[in-house]
Every structure is written in structure tokens, then in C-alpha cells.
């Protein structure tokens, strides 16, 4: 009887089988000093790794058979996909970059590679910024995908990708052109038509928007819930009669994803949020969430102490004056920032649209930017984390990038506004590192907030709002926070504006806070509506318009299945901006 060959690789396998990495690591390297040359092994090995303890240990190796391993060959895929779990484990994108421009300049023809380096360097500038940001990588990027020629397997592929980086610079026209193209070779490819669609979405233009959707719907009606979400929310009276059927199919369908479950349910509210049901449309909300928590589960507890955390860091500064020196000396000639923070939602978008309208500011929207300053200098973290490394020698490395990153959007305006609403956890190191910046601190009521970020489809989904009582907890934790920030504004840079005064008082308020920013008044800045600059955030319809007040009492209408968030309105104390500094409501008074 003829024995059967032992596999080598058995205990390795088993190990791993039973979620033992370190041992499997073990395993896997001992193995490997005897059989060098296996590849297979290699890979379970460097898996091992970056499942165990030290999986900066899987890089050396997954490097090495990175540029050995041919690009035809079938193990190619995974060490490529191993190499880019480990860059978003350690945060080290540049050693994948560095071996993948090492290949191409050997093979400069490949389009895989070109495609691969591409991919990466977006990744990259994406885990860093999620934001449009300034950014040579990216550019970098567009250029090598150019290189992938149409007779290439990967040239589809490559136009796809080139399409997605110009969408998050917001270069609209740019991407359009590539999308447009890439459809009319492949009118029948209809994941490139949904992006189309996505895009004409994101980009405000409603009339490409919807009859791109439409068309798909008609084409294939239950291909994706991405079309009809677009349909719902940007023109809902052209929505299809049977779109109900096909949208319960995929949100019943087990094997639709979570992110197309979370679409569906979303469409599916806002076609009863229209007909009137706002029962139907709150549970079908509700089931988005519940989609979108299955898939990314979020760590509550952990985002409260973080907030905790820069309360006490705020205190700390305010105490013994942690001032980063003189950061102001060496700055280049060349605009200065401008801040807009506060909670989604709550008139960053408003409030940016008119300072962008005067003429002396460039509306940049939400930048990344500041982000990709801090994590250039300090290296990625948790805000704490980062804000417990900028000493002086940072913040003015900081400032002078951010700076630089401002010159690049406009060198010849006074002032650049970044209206990212989550910068109000970064408000100490903008402070640290901008002193004599003006910030301004948006807000609505808390219901009107909550419920808008609630029913609000955002591109990247706010996690914090899938559990209302979570949402609830959440505006607490922010309105503590921001407390401490104004507690601790020595140099009255912190202007305080509410929603609800700049719609109702618009010309009053305005110039009080343009004025809090250094800015003459300008009748013109309330008639931001008339540019065609677009807003590329959730309110991107709204800003086309004049202000307006038919959204101030919108949440009232779902005030009877809001559970926990009443305990906002109950506890209004708690949920209350305190300020004896410059404020929205003071102009107002006055």
C-alpha cells in the first residue's frame, strides 16, 4: 500500500484553523527554513503574522515576495492583498508604494502594476484625509493611470479608479468626462452607470441624475437600490410606481449586502417620508441603521472617553498656558484659515456658502487638509494621541503645511474656510496651531440636528447614529465638549452661531459674524445661491436656493417615534452651547 505524503504545512494549517496566529507564525517560519522557496507557506506565514501579535514582522516578508513573485502568477493576488491589510494595520502605505514603484519602472508597460500603484497611492491619501485635499500623490496617481492603454485587461478598471480619485478632489467635470467615456464603451456595464449616476449625484446636477437612474431602472430594476435612493431624494415625484417591490426584494434578499440594504431602506423612507407616513418612513430609517451597524460595528464607550479625554486636555492647555510660541513668525504671504465646526447638519454649508460669496474668501468646503497636516507631522492616532505630540517645533511644521495647502485652493484671496463639522474634536490643536484663526461653532436644535443626521443617506455612514440613544449620547458628549472649548477660548476666536438666528435674521447676523472674521459686509454674500460653485455635502440641493425656513420644524414631524432623542429637549440644559463670548444670539439681541 502506497503511503500517503505528509503536508509540510499541517500544524501550520491547524494552527490557524484554531485562531492560534503567534504559534502558527512560529510554525510557519521554522518550516521555512527548511522548504525557503515556498510561497505558499510564506503567505500563510505573513497572514499569521498580521492576524498575531507583531504584525510588523509580516512586511520584510511580504515585500520580499512581492517583488519576487510573478504578476501572472496565481499566489500574486493574495500577497499583493496581504501587503495592503498590512499598510492599513501599521499605517505604512509608502514601503508597498516604494516595491510597487520598483516593479513598474521594470515593467513600465504593465497595467496591473499601474493600476495596483494607483490604487495604493489613493488609499493611502484616503486613510489619511477622507476629505478633498491637496494632495501631489494623487496627481501622481492620475498620471500613471493614463499610462494604462485601451488594449490593456485593466484599462476599464483604470478609468473607474481615475474616475473615483477625481470625485473625491471634486474635480466634477473631470470626472464626468472619464465616467461619460467609460459608458458609452460599456453601455451595458451597469456598476459603471450607477457610479454615473452617484456622481451627477454628488455634483448637484438632478436632471443627469435622475434620468441616468432611470434609465438603469429600466434596464435592470432590481440591479441596485442606489438609483432609486437618488430618485428619492433628489426628484421623489419621479419615482417609478413598482419601485417599492424591487426595493423590498433587495432589503428582504439575504444575500444583498449591507451597504445595499442600508440604500434600499433609505429609499424606501423617504417614498413614505413623501406619501406622509412618517411611521413607515422612521422604521424603514431604522432598518437602515440596522444594516449599516451589522456591518461596522462601533465602539460608543471608546468615542466617549475620547471626548472626555479632550475636555480634560482643553482644561489642561487653558491652565498652564500650552500656547505653541510664536507660530505666527515665519508664515509665507498667502491666505489664512478660516474654521467651521459643529455637528452634520447643523448650517456649515450655509454658513460657509456665505462667507465663500464675499470677495475676499474661497469656500474650499470639507478639506482634509488639517487632518493630513497633523498625521504628516505627528503620525496617525486618536485626537489625544496627536494632540499630545504637537510641542511647538509641530505645530508650526503643521502650520506651514495647512498654509502652504491654502495657497495651492486660492493664493491670491485673504482667507480659505475648511467647514469640516468634525474638526470640533481638533478644535485644541487648531487652536495650538492657529491661534489667531477664526472659528466658527454651528448649531441647530437638538431634534432638528439629530433627526437630520438620522434620515440623512451620507456617503461614509455616521456610525454614531444607528442607535438613537447612542445619537443621544453622542450630542451630550459634543455639547460638553464644545462647553470646554468656549470655557477655555482666551483669545475670543470662537464664535457661536445658531442655525435658527442666521435664518431668521440673515442680514443681522451675517455681518456680525463676517465681521468676527475680519470682513467687511458685502450685500452679495446672501446671495450665494446665484454662483455655481457646488456644495458637494448632504445639503448640496438646499444651497442652491435662498435661505430658507421650511426646514426648521421638519423634525416635528417625526417628534413621536424619536424614543430616546426626546431626553435631548427634556434635559435642555445638557444640551445646551453655553457661551459669554461672541455669539449669534447676541448680535441678535442687540
Not at 147 to 169: C, K, P, W, Y
Not at 310 to 334: I, P, W
Request: hydrophobic share 40%; charged share 25%; aromatic share 8%.
Amino acid at each position: 500500500m502506497t503511503q500517503s505524503k505528509k503536508d509540510i504545512a499541517g500544524d501550520l494549517k491547524r494552527a490557524m484553523s484554531a485562531a492560534d496566529f503567534d504559534t502558527a507564525a512560529k510554525i510557519g517560519a521554522r518550516i521555512l527554513r527548511l522548504h525557503p522557496r515556498r510561497t505558499d507557506i510564506e503567505i500563510m506565514t505573513a497572514v499569521s503574522e498580521l492576524q498575531g501579535k507583531n504584525p510588523a514582522s509580516a512586511g520584510p516578508r511580504l515585500r520580499k515576495l512581492f517583488r519576487t513573485v510573478p504578476t501572472n502568477d496565481r499566489l500574486f493576488t493574495a500577497v499583493a492583498q496581504n501587503l495592503l491589510q498590512y499598510s492599513y494595520l501599521t499605517s505604512d502605505f509608502c514601503s508597498f508604494e516604494s516595491v510597487l514603484e520598483e516593479r513598474l519602472r521594470a515593467a513600465p508597460k504593465d497595467g496591473f502594476l499601474a493600476f495596483l500603484l494607483a490604487d495604493v497611492l489613493f488609499r493611502a491619501e484616503s486613510h489619511v484625509s477622507p476629505g478633498k485635499c491637496v494632495a501631489p500623490k494623487l496627481s501622481r496617481a492620475v498620471s500613471v493611470l493614463k499610462t494604462v492603454g485601451e488594449s490593456s485587461s485593466h484599462f476599464n478598471d483604470a478609468q473607474t479608479l481615475m474616475a473615483r480619485i477625481h470625485l473625491h478632489q471634486e474635480d466634477h467635470a473631470q470626472a464626468f468626462a472619464v465616467l461619460e467615456k467609460a459608458v458609452a464603451r460599456q453601455p451595458g456595464n451597469l456598476e459603471l452607470r450607477v457610479v454615473l449616476a452617484s456622481s451627477y449625484a454628488m455634483a448637484g446636477e438632478v436632471e443627469q441624475a435622475v434620468s441616468t437612474s432611470l434609465s438603469i431602472i429600466n434596464d435592470r430594476p432590481g440591479y441596485s437600490a442606489q438609483p432609486y435612493m437618488v430618485i428619492s431624494f433628489m426628484r421623489p415625484q419621479a419615482m417609478p410606481e413598482d419601485a417599492v417591490k424591487h426595493l423590498e426584494a433587495i432589503l428582504q434578499n439575504p444575500k444583498s449586502d449591507s451597504s445595499e440594504k442600508y440604500k434600499a431602506a433609505y429609499a424606501l423612507a423617504k417614498i413614505a417620508e413623501t406619501e406622509g407616513d412618517m411611521e413607515r418612513a422612521f422604521a424603514y430609517y431604522g432598518k437602515g441603521h440596522a444594516a449599516n451597524r451589522a456591518a461596522r460595528p462601533f465602539d460608543m464607550e471608546r468615542e466617549l472617553r475620547e471626548m472626555k479625554t479632550l475636555e480634560g486636555m482643553a482644561r489642561q492647555a487653558a491652565a498652564t498656558d500650552m500656547s505653541s510660541g510664536d507660530v505666527m513668525a515665519l508664515d509665507a504671504k498667502g491666505p489664512k484659515p478660516i474654521f467651521i465646526v459643529g455637528m452634520p447638519r447643523s448650517g456649515t454649508t450655509l454658513t460657509e456658502r456665505i462667507l465663500g460669496a464675499h470677495p475676499d474668501v474661497y469656500a474650499a468646503g470639507e478639506i482634509g487638509d488639517f487632518a493630513k497636516a497633523v498625521n504628516d507631522v505627528v503620525g496617525k492616532g486618536r485626537i489625544s494621541e496627536q494632540l499630545s505630540r504637537i510641542d511647538d517645533k509641530a505645530a508650526r511644521k503643521i502650520r506651514s503645511q495647512y498654509l502652504e495647502a491654502m495657497r495651492s485652493y486660492a493664493p491670491e484671496k485673504r482667507f480659505v474656510t475648511n467647514k469640516t463639522p468634525a474638526n470640533f474634536v481638533r478644535l485644541e490643536m487648531i487652536r495650538r496651531v492657529f491661534p489667531d484663526a477664526p472659528i466658527i461653532h454651528t448649531h441647530r436644535h437638538p431634534l432638528a440636528t439629530c433627526l437630520s443626521v438620522y434620515t440623512t443617506p451620507f456617503a461614509i455612514p455616521m456610525r454614531y447614529s444607528d442607535d438613537l440613544g447612542e445619537l443621544a449620547d453622542y450630542y451630550r458628549a459634543y455639547v460638553g465638549l464644545m462647553n470646554v472649548f468656549f470655557e477655555t477660548d482666551r483669545n475670543g476666536m470662537l464664535y457661536d452661531l445658531s442655525y435658527e438666528d442666521l435664518v431668521a435674521n440673515p442680514d443681522v447676523v451675517a455681518k456680525d459674524y463676517l465681521a468676527h472674521c475680519g470682513l467687511d459686509w458685502h450685500p452679495e454674500c446672501l446671495e450665494f445661491y446665484k454662483t455655481d460653485h457646488t456644495a458637494t455635502t448632504a445639503s448640496m440641493i438646499q444651497v442652491r436656493r435662498p435661505i430658507f425656513k421650511d426646514s426648521l420644524g421638519k423634525w416635528q414631524r417625526f417628534e413621536p417615534y424619536i424614543g430616546p432623542l426626546a431626553t435631548l429637549v427634556s434635559d435642555a440644559d445638557e444640551t445646551k452651547v453655553k457661551t459669554a463670548q461672541k455669539s449669534s444670539r447676541n448680535a441678535v439681541a442687540a
